[in-house]
């Protein structure tokens, strides 16, 4: 039902109309199958019934192609809006949300449950003309004879009810076996990002291929006993069927008058509804597994209403003067902190053209409250105020849109997509940049796409700030960008880079460990244990590059 609802979902006229049309096909078939009924029992050379048996044939086949086309249309279309709809939703949801549910489950819910859910919904066609075949069998069954409708009704309940009874221990190993592949995606995800680390130490690659045959062996184990247990249910299922065949032809006569022309019709129906049931049985298991994929992913709070899939309404910031935190407060889980790690609370002003340093040992809250600052962590108390005015769910969005963010483990794209430019104007402002951060002979940039991205931490690094220098935003936020450059490039940073960005009236916060280019910022917030334990202007000697005592 699930499974069906969230078709219906997505569009119920396509399934209203489709599901028409296969009745369409399934009152034809059941013609077919009266009219082979009659003729067997009337020889007559009359050629009515030919032309009707003709007629019949053609509105089978014209009804069912067309009822598997709009089915399988709406299948397509609504496995397309669900893989769009969960990235949507995931550049849409809270980045806490997103990491405390992981990468290997949002991968594995991006691959192997739309997977899973394409493959039953691929089904669905056929499900729906032969679940009317089956009701107009039973109808025509009806018609024949109430009293043994009511018998086969009976052993179909029977049938299905000992299907759904046995199938109940299947899905607690269809469940065991879905988290099983998260662990089995996490194992994956580390062994494409640490490939080289692998590589280097024999032992632990040893241990890691051990920890993903373990993982592999798991999914498998759990997903063959749910299988196994799904075919022995599907099994009893039919032998429950071919049990009521054999005691509607031999027991219910003794029970009852029935001519032999209506045993005749019913055990030929029967026979004949036998091929779409079994189908429908079939199709069971993997409505099984589709099943558990939605509900994982309507658990991980990923799947989309058709509301929230409007365009993002927002309304840009045109100026601004200063931005106020006041007792703004994170809390996050994290290795070493079982009671969670809590960052503030944070009393911090940022005005419109200065520069602040943010300082600390490391788990001291740079990054988080760099995160809070961008408007990608939500605080958990307290407030953020633009201009004196609260920053909402409605004007988040505005606000983020102040950001260009560098972080360390910097994401960059080989496309310059959303920058509103003449593409010849935007690939000259690419190459001076790349030209004055030294990647020119390393980098190019043609119809806004980047000849390579594949560099080392620094460049990709430099490279970022290629496109945050595009995107031209009223704050820069870098989160120990100077990290990975060597001590030249490091120096041009902080004393040259940072400096031409402040004078074009931009707002820089840096993220930085290097106390030796402290007096190049106007202000310094320090951290410790998610504490702001001191806010000064520092001191430096003439020369920047003595280090300061």
């Not at 030929?268 to 409505?287: A, N």
């Not at 309507?298 to 058709?306: C, D, I, P």
């Amino acid at each position: 039902m699930r499974l069906i609802l969230f078709l219906l979902r997505a569009s119920w006229p396509i399934v209203l109309l489709a599901g028409a049309v296969g009745a369409l096909s399934g009152i034809a078939s059941m013609g077919l199958v009266v009219m082979i009924l009659r003729t067997l029992r009337d020889t007559g050379q009359s050629l009515w019934p030919l032309a009707l048996f003709a007629a019949l044939c053609l509105v089978v086949l014209s009804t069912q192609v067309v009822s598997h086309m709009l089915l399988s249309k709406l299948t397509l279309g609504t496995i397309a809006r669900l893989r769009v709809g969960l990235c949507r939703r995931i550049l849409e949801s809270p980045l806490k949300h997103l990491e405390e549910i992981g990468s290997q489950k949002l991968l594995n819910v991006l691959t192997g449950d739309v997977n899973v859910v394409s493959q039953a919904m691929n089904g669905v066609p056929m499900l729906a003309v032969n679940f009317v075949i089956l009701l107009c069998g039973a109808s025509y069954l009806g018609w024949l004879s109430p009293s043994l409708l009511l018998g086969a009704v009976l052993f179909g309940a029977l049938g299905m009810g000992s299907y759904w009874y046995s199938s109940r221990g299947a899905q607690k190993y269809v469940r065991r076996s879905r988290d099983a592949q998260d662990v089995l995606f996490g194992f994956v995800r580390g062994l494409i990002e640490g490939v080289k680390e692998m590589k280097m130490h024999h032992a632990r690659r040893r241990v890691f291929v051990e920890k993903i045959v373990e993982s592999e062996a798991a999914v498998r184990d759990s997903k063959f006993v749910g299988d196994c247990l799904h075919d022995a249910a599907i099994s009893w299922g039919r032998l429950t069927f071919f049990l009521a065949i054999g005691l509607l032809l031999f027991l219910w006569p003794k029970l009852t008058r029935v001519d032999s022309e209506t045993m005749t019709g019913y055990a030929f129906t029967i026979f004949y509804l036998m091929s779409p049931l079994e189908q429908i049985i079939g199709w069971l298991p993997f409505v099984a597994w589709a099943s558990g994929s939605v509900g994982q992913i309507e658990r991980l709070g990923l799947m989309l209403n058709e509301e929230e899939l409007g365009t993002e309404q927002w309304t840009p910031v045109q100026d601004w003067r200063q931005i106020d935190f006041r007792g703004v407060t994170h809390t996050y889980h994290r290795e070493g902190h079982p009671d969670g790690f809590e960052l503030g609370p944070i009393d911090l002003s940022v005005r419109r053209g200065e520069m602040i340093f943010i300082i600390g040992g490391n788990g001291s809250g740079k990054t988080t409250l760099g995160k809070l600052i961008a408007g990608l962590y939500l605080p958990e108390s307290g407030g953020v105020a633009l201009d004196g005015q609260p920053v909402t769910n409605e004007t988040r969005e505005g606000y983020r849109q102040l950001f260009s963010v560098v972080f360390d483990d910097a994401m960059v794209f080989d496309n310059l997509w959303g920058l509103d430019a003449d593409p010849k104007s935007l690939d000259q402002r690419a190459g001076d940049y790349l030209r004055q951060l030294q990647l020119d002979h390393v980098v190019t940039v043609c119809d806004g796409a980047f000849s390579t991205v594949k560099l080392s931490r620094g460049q990709r690094k430099r490279l970022a700030l290629v496109t945050a220098y595009l995107e031209d935003r009223s704050i820069y936020l870098f989160d120990e960008w100077a990290a990975d450059q060597d001590p030249a490039f490091r120096k041009i940073f902080y004393l040259q880079l940072l400096p031409e960005l402040k004078q074009r009236g931009k707002t820089v916060i840096a993220i930085t460990h290097d106390d030796r280019y402290f007096g190049a910022a106007d202000r310094i917030v320090k951290l410790e244990e998610g504490k702001v334990v001191d806010m000064f202007r520092h001191e430096v000697p003439q020369n920047p590059e003595q280090k300061s005592s």
